[in-house]
């Protein structure tokens, strides 16, 4: 029976590379391009536009990781149950995803908030205009946040992932030899 995982391996990495990735462009290029739009009606409804043609990708991106993951896990259960490390890395692995896909749904949710109130006009997409809503405002002001917070989540899911494909390489050298590893 093969050891290899090379298909869940990468949905996993391809799903996480595709959510960093996509989050990442999205606050620096998306964002920061329609902040510059003359019209400050513009600004949030091209935003919402770029970020609802994103949303289905996005949502792609995380289940694919997400049965990459569970499909990593169940892989490696006998590695899990005897490394004490890897079974820590993974433990931090799913709360960090789970807090990634909360960040992320709850980014959506004000995302679509900011859109439907995208004829208030707005300094930028996640800074309000003097005269915005309080339910606007509110949502630009959380929407500041999650826009790093997500990248910044993904990208230390992708560390982890780099630690734990530390932890699967062999002893290496005359200890090695001895241990059979």
Same mark, same amino acid.
């Given at each position: $029976?093969?050891? /290899?995982?090379?298909?869940?391996?990468? $949905?996993?990495?391809?799903?996480? %590379?595709?959510?960093?990735?996509?989050?990442? $462009?999205?606050?620096?290029?998306?964002?920061? #391009?329609?902040?510059?739009?003359? @019209?400050?009606? =513009?600004?949030?409804?091209?935003? &919402?536009?770029?970020?609802?043609?994103?949303?289905?990708? !996005?949502? #792609?991106?995380?289940?694919?990781?997400?049965?990459?993951?569970?499909?990593?896990?169940?892989?490696?259960?006998?590695? +899990?149950?005897?490394?004490? =490390? %890897? /079974?820590?890395?993974?433990?931090?692995?799913?709360?960090?995803?789970?807090?990634?896909?909360?960040?992320?749904?709850?980014?959506?949710?004000?995302?679509?908030? $900011?859109?439907? /109130?995208?004829?208030?006009?707005?300094?930028?997409?996640?800074?309000? @205009?003097?005269?915005?809503?309080?339910?606007?405002?509110?949502?630009? &002001?959380?929407?500041?946040?999650?826009?790093?917070?997500?990248? *910044?989540?993904?990208? *230390? +899911?992708? *560390?982890?992932?780099?630690?734990?494909?530390? !932890?699967?390489?062999?002893?290496?050298?005359?200890?090695? /030899?001895?241990?059979?590893?």
């Amino acid at each position: $029976m093969s050891t /290899r995982n090379t298909l869940v391996r990468g $949905m996993h990495d391809i799903g996480l %590379a595709a959510w960093f990735g996509g989050t990442l $462009m999205g606050a620096v290029g998306l964002n920061g #391009a329609t902040a510059k739009a003359a @019209d400050p009606t =513009e600004r949030l409804r091209l935003s &919402s536009l770029g970020w609802a043609k994103w949303a289905p990708v !996005q949502l #792609a991106a995380i289940v694919t990781h997400g049965i990459g993951g569970i499909g990593l896990i169940l892989g490696n259960k006998g590695r +899990l149950a005897a490394q004490p =490390e %890897a /079974r820590s890395n993974t433990t931090v692995k799913l709360v960090i995803t789970g807090l990634a896909g909360a960040a992320s749904l709850y980014s959506g949710i004000l995302g679509a908030q $900011m859109g439907e /109130r995208a004829e208030e006009g707005t300094d930028g997409v996640t800074e309000p @205009d003097e005269n915005a809503s309080k339910v606007l405002a509110a949502a630009q &002001s959380k929407q500041r946040v999650l826009q790093w917070t997500i990248p *910044v989540l993904t990208a *230390v +899911l992708i *560390v982890l992932g780099a630690q734990q494909g530390e !932890q699967q390489r062999p002893i290496a050298g005359f200890l090695g /030899r001895f241990t059979g590893k």
